[in-house]
């Protein structure tokens, strides 16, 4: 199995930055702000750059890495950047046949099946994805104090892409791989937490300042599914990186069900999508860990004052998310930032988040 690592490296630890005092239980100076997808196709400048290369080309050239990244920073004022990467990255770089198509997502040439076709799986080496690892060297000059955010896909939300060959809707063959040959599934999520721990350790061992797991589709599962068959495995990614002291988030969608096992996978904050208020939220994840979340990215489309309410209304759950045990808040949407977004409307948020 993958080496766990990313303590002997000099970390900078930035003890002013509002996102990184909330998400490890200090009080930070305001309420931090990010947008997950805050990169990308809201921004004109994203998609000028990004004319005529493909989505995973840029993920290999540190210097559109750096400036994709450093965009919404510039332009919105957040309190953190995250990374401009993918979930596949890893996959691609340890040679799967792999493509993110526009308007559909990551699209995989020969999806895995059997049993032979996990054992063909191959592991990911720290030196396929160097060029992850120079961009997070661009970054962490050009952000100066702002933290910077490193993430990865979860074993599970990997798996899916990877059995069901693309996105789905509902998920049934990598289901069916997981009830009718446990065995096969365990060897699978056991490979790709490898594979995870491997390009989340380069992203600390370069300098993150903070790693979010991303287990985008596991509200797809109940929770004794996601306890038999995936809560091992990613707590074994979360115990791998533990010794680099950074504070470890975790999110999904739907996961209202799962909010306490996804904290106990090794989280220091768990993410919130906009179906469970954050003081209900507080509860299912019990005291000793921060919340992330949870505007629901289609309420930026719906004007000022809606935004407004909802952005206060948020603000108050949290507050009593704070008072029941929570250890901070860090506002968040409950998922990606939708492409048609008016980056104006998201600027206004961060103001009204800095500003409450
Ligand atoms: O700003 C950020 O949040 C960082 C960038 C980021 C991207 N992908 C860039 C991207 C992050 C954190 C991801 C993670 C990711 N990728 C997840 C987990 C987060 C989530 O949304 O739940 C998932 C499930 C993927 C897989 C994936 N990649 C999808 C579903 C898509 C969208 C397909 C589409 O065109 O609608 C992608 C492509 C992708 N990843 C884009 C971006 C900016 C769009 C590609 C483009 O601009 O052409």
Redesign the pocket.
Known sequence: SAPASGHDVARRTLPDAPFLAAATGRTPSRRPVW???????SLPE?RKL?EGTS?LASCFDPEMVCEI?MQ?VRRHGVDAA???????VPLKAAGIDLE???????VVAEPVRSVADVRALPALSPEQVRPVADAIGLLLPALGDTPLIG?A?APF?LAS?LVEGG?SRNHERTKALMHSDPETWHALLGSLADTTVTFLTAQLDAGVDAV?L?D??AGALSLAEYREFVLPHSTRVFDAVAAAGVPRIH?G?GTGELLGAMGEAGADVVGVDWRIPLDVAATRVGPGKGLQGNLDPAVLFAGPDAVRRQVERIVGEADRALAAGATGHVFNLG???L?ATDPDVVTSVVELVHSL
């Open positions: 947008f997950m997808r805050q990169a990308g196709r994203y990004r989505m990244t919404p995250i990374l401009f990467s993918d979930i596949v993110i198509v526009a308007g559909t997502g990551p993430f896909g939300t892409y996105p979010q991303f985008s589709w999110f969608v998922h990606g930032v492409p």
